[in-house]
């Protein structure tokens, strides 16, 4: 049996951070909040593929990281939210978390799919805290940060002979 090992640092996007706005018209002098909230960070996808055969790849490029989602703006505008990033390895990967040892996914048929690291949420705006006492809140929420850890991955591949 051939296996062939790669250690590599995976982080999924930071959540974008909510805005702090006001709605301002021409005939309104003192507009309600109008902050939008931000977008979510990309996840972290791993994709089994047929086409490949090793985790030489690995070796080479160590950190990938995902999209983070962008703050919000004005006018209660969401920001975007952050692309996923798709890791394609080979049929037979096994993916470890390196700190406990456990196997997060095992990756045996062709493109089987497995978010193994999750996004963070996007921020509230200041539109989200408004109440009848509390009428122009001037703060809003951040985003929350993405996963993010080293995983060990594993390709165990039967050598056929002959």
């Known amino acids: 049996m051939f296996v062939d090992i790669a250690k590599i640092t995976i982080k999924a996007g930071d959540g974008g951070n909510g805005c702090v706005a006001f ?6 002098p003192d507009g309600g909040p109008a902050g939008g909230d931000g977008g979510n960070g990309g996840n972290i996808i791993f994709k089994a593929d047929n086409n490949l055969r090793t985790l030489l790849d ?21 920001g975007k939210n952050g692309e996923d990033l798709i890791i394609k390895v080979p049929v037979g990967t096994v993916i470890r978390d390196t ?9 045996r048929k062709n493109g089987q799919e497995v978010i193994v690291a999750h996004g963070g949420h996007g921020g509230k705006g200041n539109s989200h805290f408004k109440t009848s006492v509390r009428q122009a809140p001037s703060f809003a ?22």
């Open 23 to 28: 709605r301002r018209e021409i005939y309104v």
């Open 99 to 107: 700190d406990t040892n456990l196997v997060i996914a095992d990756l």
């Open 141 to 162: 929420k951040s985003g929350t940060k993405g996963q993010q850890f080293e995983v060990n991955l594993e390709l165990k591949l039967l050598a056929d002979v002959g």
């Open 58 to 78: 690995f070796k080479y490029k160590k950190k990938y990281e995902a999209e983070n989602g962008q703050d919000g703006k004005g006018s209660n505008m969401y």
